[in-house]
């Protein structure tokens, strides 16, 4: 399972690794502007979003593996593509290739179903927490090489990364074991009935929209208003590194030992939007203080956000669950990137960042409603027939009955 992670968190730092540079370098291809760069940042997400859920469907008629091979394979294809453009249009088709190999909801399923009901937790948690090393490492790497090598350097090793990713997949990744569960596979409007998976995904969209309005605007406050080198981004991140890199564990631990989920939740979005309130400032001490509150806020929900998913929605509906969050996650890139470049070229960064604000607050408001999370109470029968079964589906204790490798599970809300 650990090798999953490892997949998922390669693929990712192909993905991150050229956010730094990426809006400077696509300033000066021939036809791009405000507009269209903010499009080529996200254009990659606006892919993943519509087709997540249709490779979820493939994985289940196909297998897993498979599934995730090929959508590792067209990542390397659209970063190839990127890495040759030399117009604006080519490099964001470039980007929706790459987001077309739509496998993150692929991926989590796979470690749904690898892991056992005591490590699932640890198992989502590890995987975020890959996810936020990669992007710590991306953030670090990218501006030095793609500063020293140039930012088609940058695909280049993303390409590199896919491949050597399939490679991990058949030599290490075992195969899934055998799940019966007893509900018909959950509708898309099933899903959204449930208000609390409903805030988890509100808070993947604004964590990934803000990202990526982030790192539109960050390179180019530094580089074209504070007349900072593109080598010298590496100031502002590494800092934000650091404090994201502790964040992480802390986290991981109140929200999986501690069971007080619904305070990192909290506490993200109010690191996050006071990012914001940071770039209101308009002054490089302020803006190298919000970039290290929004690494923090990131790095907190990372590790928690496909954990809580995980543990919130029942087995029949987890693939469903889990594609539907990373399709909405993939919206709030894609949309952060066009709002920002809309906004910014119309109205300035200050109006930007006051719409952030205002949709900062909303978001942090409603996660005090969120219910605190505290887990399930876990019982296995080896031997059990079609009477016990029903009982324990008729139970309204019971969040979830399922057979895994022949053993009845039966989890009960604490």
């Given at each position: 399972?650990?090798?999953?992670?490892?997949?998922?968190?390669?693929?990712?730092?192909?993905?991150?690794?050229?956010?730094?540079?990426?809006?400077?370098?696509?300033?000066?291809?021939?036809?791009?502007?405000?507009?269209?760069?903010?499009?080529?940042?996200?254009?990659?997400?606006?892919?993943?979003?519509?087709?997540?859920?249709?490779?979820?469907?493939?994985?289940?008629?196909?297998?897993?593996?498979?599934?995730?091979?090929?959508?590792?394979?067209?990542?390397?294809?659209?970063?190839?593509?990127?890495?040759?453009?030399d117009n604006i249009w080519m490099l964001i088709f470039g980007r929706l290739l790459q987001g077309a190999g739509a496998i993150g909801g692929v991926v989590l399923a796979y470690l749904n179903d690898?892991?056992?009901?005591?490590?699932?937790?640890?198992?989502?948690?590890?995987?975020?927490?890959?996810i936020g090393l990669s992007f710590a490492i991306a953030m670090v790497v990218g501006p030095i090489w793609g500063a020293k090598y140039g930012v088609p350097f940058l695909f280049d090793i993303t390409a590199v990364l896919a491949v050597l990713a399939i490679v991990l997949l058949y030599l290490k990744v075992p195969a899934a074991p055998e799940i019966q569960h007893f509900e018909d596979s959950a509708k898309i409007?099933?899903?959204?009935?449930?208000?609390?998976?409903?805030?988890?995904?509100?808070?993947?969209?604004?964590?990934?929209?803000?990202?990526?309005?982030?790192?539109?605007?960050?390179?180019l406050i530094f580089i074209n208003k504070l007349g900072w080198e593109k080598m010298d981004l590496w100031k502002v991140y590494i800092p934000a590194l650091v404090f994201g890199i502790f964040a992480m564990p802390f986290s991981a631990i109140m929200a999986e030992k501690k069971g007080k989920a619904k305070l990192v939740f909290i506490l993200s979005a109010i690191f996050m939007t006071s990012s914001?309130?940071?770039?209101?400032?308009?002054?490089?001490?302020?803006?190298?203080?919000?970039?290290?509150?929004?690494?923090?806020?990131?790095?907190?929900?990372?590790?928690?956000?496909q954990s809580f998913t995980g543990k919130i929605a029942r087995i029949h509906e987890k693939a469903t669950a889990m594609s539907i969050?990373?399709?909405?996650?993939?919206?709030?890139?894609?949309?952060?990137?066009?709002?920002?470049?809309?906004?910014?070229?119309?109205?300035?960064?200050?109006?930007?960042?006051?719409?952030?604000?205002?949709?900062g607050v909303i978001w942090i408001i409603s996660l005090f409603t969120m219910k605190d999370f505290k887990g399930f109470d876990i019982k296995t029968f080896d031997n059990f027939d079609d009477e016990m079964i029903n009982k324990f589906k008729n139970d309204e204790n019971v969040h979830d009955v399922f057979i895994k490798e022949k053993v009845l599970i039966v989890k009960y809300i604490k």
């Open positions: 399972m650990t090798y999953l992670s490892l997949i998922m968190a390669t693929r990712f730092l192909g993905l991150f690794i050229v956010l730094p540079l990426l809006s400077v370098y696509a300033m000066h291809l021939q036809g791009s502007s405000d507009t269209t760069i903010g499009i080529a940042l996200g254009a990659y997400a606006l892919s993943q979003m519509f087709l997540q859920v249709f490779f979820g469907k493939l994985s289940d008629k196909y297998g897993r593996k498979h599934i995730i091979a090929f959508g590792l394979l067209i990542l390397a294809l659209g970063s190839i593509v990127c890495a040759v453009s690898l892991s056992t009901e005591e490590t699932r937790g640890k198992m989502f948690a590890r995987m975020g927490q890959f409007s099933e899903v959204f009935k449930n208000r609390e998976l409903i805030k988890v995904y509100f808070s993947g969209f604004m964590q990934k929209g803000m990202m990526t309005i982030i790192f539109m605007v960050t390179p914001v309130i940071a770039f209101l400032l308009s002054n490089e001490s302020s803006y190298i203080i919000g970039v290290v509150l929004f690494f923090i806020g990131f790095n907190m929900l990372e590790p928690v956000l969050g990373n399709s909405i996650q993939y919206s709030g890139i894609f949309l952060g990137g066009l709002v920002a470049g809309v906004v910014k070229q119309y109205y300035g960064y200050n109006a930007l960042f006051y719409l952030i604000l205002a949709i």
